[in-house]
């Protein structure tokens, strides 16, 4: 048994989060969680809703509310799709936490005073109109890189390296289309040349593995090419305060400087709350633990370079050496898991235009299973992949519910007919053997593949396994053998068939949660196959505001391997668990979607 951290990106609470978002940190991150689990490991995944920074205010300032009136509106929507989706967090929290800001300035200040925090003054931008600081997210102009329009004043994402807002050509505001004035301040930035030499040589470890994804590994290396000293901190009034200029509430620790530290604070708070402050120290000191992180690919850089070039530097680490703080020696990732992105019908996702397709949306109409198979069938794993309406559609009719869900009732409909419980099996013949030897390798084949975060192949592994046990029955034709003279050989065809939706039911759990215990109880089995996540409201364990929370008992989980199917379990005529979807729905979805761009106003 290995311990293994299931590090997941935290979506930014300004607003819902769209499909687009769970398809890169969502679902892809509890398929390998579920997975990993079942086969024995001591998983623990945590997150939380990431709630500082400038879109936060903007949005906030536009809606007339507090930026914590917004973080818990958005913190609760949130909370509430994810635990609808089924993602089985063991802590899901935020970072407006007092946990979290003890944790992030006892980083600052460990990394600090290992001599990685320099103070310089910088360029500032303020709107010339109002006086305050524009931060640098809120700056667009030309890429002096790669040309390209559009950059931010903090990374182009056209070629991903990082900037500063005096670096654009034609700098303006994001929020008014001013051109900003700037002045001189002063801030904190980590020395990341400091701790390039190190950073360099745990990417060649990581590569030497073969195991990141190539495009991960490469531009993670690109970057150190020009690596430079990095802002982490912001004039803002909302965030973090700074440790040691608590006399100038206008200076908060940068917003990624914080969030990407939640991995730690989040299994901090984890354990607090487990009746064992200590007990996180199995995820973070112990350098045979597994950690990988899970997002899309705009935040790579944050997660191969800041955060790790955060640990180097709080483990004393860099060239200029240094002692661990309070969190002993902390584990570097493993693997930065990153995603493509997904588009929609050929376009970016784009909340502003409308160009969205909300998981609460989604989830009101369609089932979250059918989201989930799309996602891990057809998601951006390793290049970007568009969602169409048909192509959902389709993909639930013609895999899900024609594949899947046909092979779960046709079986339990024979059983209950012919039977009305699993009946033992007769003398197996070579189909037979055949079939089932086929899906128990599949154990093995599948879960290596999750393993090497190839979700894609791995669902594919599996419906062919379906497709292969529906060839099975059209082959043996159960539902033509005569119940007397053949009644032997029928109750071991359904057997072997109970015993192949079994195992293979096994499999489907990771992906498919919700449907794997109903499949469960259709067989009249009686096991939780996927326990699922929970909405539990708490106290802040150090006196601020309560908060909901994401949590879970996922102990009794299934290992990942052939479990004799009951015999004797009673199977009554079961219903159907996957719904068909009319195809008119891709139009009405059309529809529905150039109604809502439509009465966007343009500009």
């Known amino acids: 048994m290995s311990t293994v951290l299931s590090a997941v990106a935290w979506p930014y609470a300004n607003g819902p989060r769209h499909i687009g978002h769970v398809a890169g940190f969502g679902v892809p ?43 818990d509106r958005n913190n609760r929507l949130i909370v509430e799709d994810l635990v609808a989706l089924g993602l089985s967090y063991d802590l899901f929290t935020r970072t407006t936490t007092r946990n979290h800001y003890q944790v992030v300035q006892d980083m600052f200040v460990t990394v600090r005073d290992n001599g990685y925090m320099v103070e310089k003054l910088t360029s500032g931008a303020i709107s010339p109109s109002t006086g305050r600081t524009l931060p640098d997210r809120y700056i667009e102009g030309t890429c002096p890189i790669c040309g390209a329009g559009g950059a931010r004043g903090d990374q182009c994402d056209n070629c991903g390296n990082q900037l500063d807002p005096t670096d654009l050509i034609d700098p303006i505001s994001r929020i008014n289309g001013e051109t900003p004035e700037f002045i001189e301040t002063s801030h904190w930035f980590l020395d990341l040349p400091a701790l390039a030499g ?90 045979e633990t597994l ?16 955060w790790p070039a955060e640990m180097i530097a709080q483990n004393g680490k860099g060239d200029k050496g240094g002692e661990p703080g309070r969190f002993g020696e902390l584990k570097l990732p493993t693997e930065v898991v990153s995603s493509e992105f997904l588009t929609m019908e050929g376009k970016k996702f784009s909340s502003s235009k409308k160009i969205v397709i909300y998981v609460r949306d989604m989830l009101e109409r369609y089932q979250p299973d059918a989201l989930r198979y799309y996602i891990s069938a057809a998601g951006p794993e ?88 529906n060839r099975y029955v059209s082959e043996t034709e159960p539902f033509k053998m005569k119940a007397d003279e053949q009644r032997p050989r029928l109750l071991t065809v359904l057997h072997v068939l109970a015993q192949a939706v079994t195992d ?32 539990v409201e708490v106290d802040d364990l150090d006196g601020g505001p309560g908060y909901p929370i994401i949590t ?5 989980v299934p290992a990942w391997e052939h479990h004799p199917v009951g015999v004797g379990q009673k199977v009554v005529k079961p219903t159907g668990i996957f719904v068909k979807l009319d195809p008119v729905i891709a139009e009405q979805e059309l529809e529905r979607l150039e109604a809502t761009t439509a009465a966007e106003p343009q500009g």
């Open 29 to 71: 991150s509890d398929v390998f969680s579920r997975y990993m689990r079942m086969a024995g490991n001591d998983v623990l995944m945590v997150s939380g809703t990431d709630e500082h920074g400038t879109p936060i205010l903007v949005e906030a300032d536009s809606e007339g509310i507090t930026a914590r009136e917004l973080a």
């Open 198 to 287: 190190e950073l360099g040589r745990w990417l060649d470890d990581r590569e030497a593995t073969g195991l990141w994804r190539p495009n991960v590994i490469r531009f993670s290396q690109n970057i150190l090419d020009d690596i430079k000293p990095r802002a982490m901190t912001r004039d803002i009034d909302w965030g973090i305060p700074v440790p040691g200029w608590e006399d100038q509430p206008n200076k908060r620790l940068y917003v990624w400087f914080d969030a990407v530290i939640g991995y730690l604070s989040a299994s901090i708070e984890w354990a607090r709350r487990s009746g064992d402050p200590e007990a996180w120290r199995a995820w973070w000191n112990d350098p």
């Open 291 to 306: 950690a990988y992180y899970f997002m899309g690919k705009d935040n790579i850089v944050f997660h191969s370079q800041i």
């Open 382 to 469: 390793n290049q970007d992949a568009d969602f169409t309406w048909v192509d959902f559609v389709s993909r639930t009719n013609n895999e899900l519910v024609a594949g899947w869900g046909n092979l779960v009732n046709r079986t339990a409909a024979m059983i209950a007919k012919n039977v009305g419980e699993i009946p033992a099996a007769g003398e197996l013949e070579e189909v037979d053997e055949k079939l089932l030897g086929a899906i128990r390798q599949g154990f093995d084949t599948v879960g290596g593949l999750i393993e090497a975060h190839r979700q894609r192949a791995a669902i594919a592994e599996v419906m062919r396994l379906v497709g292969e046990a």
């Open 504 to 535: 293979l039911n096994t499999m489907m759990a990771p992906f498919l949660p919700h449907s794997a215990n109903e499949v469960e109880k259709a067989l009249g089995g009686e096991r939780l196959i996927a326990p699922m996540p929970s909405i």
């Open 552 to 556: 879970g008992d996922y102990t009794g």
